[in-house]
């Protein structure tokens, strides 16, 4: 017992030395991820501020992510994809997105807002044509891929329109026999496309925690390494002070 005694101030310190040692890695590695994400941001902000490019201008570049794009040819009408799982003000609902063919035979997805799902998910919401030749700007989105789905299953041979959990480029080229752009171009919020009501574009890219996000849950792991210290001190000072007491009723 008196062993056991001697030893147990020492391991409360290891353990609280542990548990603090942690709780800063993690603080500081926080506030990486923010500084990494500040640039980030700043970069994407850059890249909105040149002018449209053209898709073959995009494909070619090493990183299109957020580049303005103005793409003149004509929609696939026959071939939608919709895009399953997204919520708009809380409503289920789908995104919508049409192959569209350049006038230089290149094609790329365009995605051209929120469609609302109904009621009976086996009804798909009807989907307005898009005819003639025209020109659509907006920006280059590229999913992640790391995207999680309940269960990733081959998608089914000539179903249109084609019902997804997540946007896989090469796959849908396949299933149109096209060799699709690598990221989708998202429509400018505004822009109506031939003679249609513009659908809801409220474009939020999910996989984006703002440095703000991450300085807080810095703060809270530097918050957690004061409180284990806190405890510890005071632990120790509460049995120096019986320690103590004891040795002067001895």
Known sequence: MPHTHRRAPWIALIATLIVSGVCLRLAF???????????????????????????????AADDPMHRRASISGHFDNAHNVLLDNRTLNGVAGYHLLTPFETRKGRWVLVNRGWLPRGNNRANLPAIAPITGSLTVTGAVYRPSRDVFV??????PDNQWPLRVQKVDFDAIGEQLGVELA??????????????????????????????????????QWFALALAALLIYVAAALRNWRKARKTREEL
């Open 29 to 59: 590695w926080q506030l990486e991820r923010a500084d990494e994400k500040r640039q980030w941001l700043t970069e994407q902000s850059e890249r909105a501020t040149l002018p449209p490019a053209d898709l073959p201008t995009l494909q």
């Open 150 to 155: 309940l269960k990733d299953m081959p998608l």
């Open 182 to 219: 690598p990221f989708e171009i998202r429509v400018t919020p505004e822009l109506a496309l031939g003679n249609n009501t513009p659908l809801p574009r409220h474009w939020q890219d999910v996989t984006v925690m703002g440095p703000e996000r991450h300085k807080a849950y810095a703060l």
